[in-house]
């Protein structure tokens, strides 16, 4: 198994430091970035054990998500690669997740 995350994942980790880099400071932003990019290699050793994605279901692409902090890390499996496809804000309404 292996990790990749994808463009708009990488879009959406961007936004995140932005975000954090702005309205707090660069080593909150980097500490931020730096536990969502860590938290997905649990995964290589069991890719199941995060929850199931319930607001993503009617695609049937299997997405699931693991919590770090205040965000979902939204993936799906293909095979032999694990696609990290959102870092997704708790507290934001439902719609804005990216399959």
């Given at each position: ?22 309205n707090?400071?660069?080593s ?24 199931i994605?319930?607001?993503?279901e009617?695609?049937?692409?299997g ?14 499996i293909?095979?032999e690669?694990?696609?990290?496809t ?14």
């Amino acid at each position: 198994m292996r990790l990749k995350i994808t463009e708009p994942a990488k879009l959406r980790a961007k936004d995140i430091y932005d975000y954090y880099l702005e309205n707090a400071s660069k080593s909150i932003a980097q500490k931020i970035i730096k536990s969502l990019k860590d938290a997905p290699k649990a995964l290589l050793k069991n890719p199941y054990i995060g929850q199931i994605e319930e607001t993503l279901e009617p695609l049937n692409k299997g997405h699931r998500y693991l919590v770090e902090g205040n965000y979902k890390i939204i993936y799906r499996i293909e095979g032999e690669i694990i696609y990290i496809t959102d870092f997704f804000h708790t507290k934001q309404h439902p719609d804005k997740k990216r399959p």
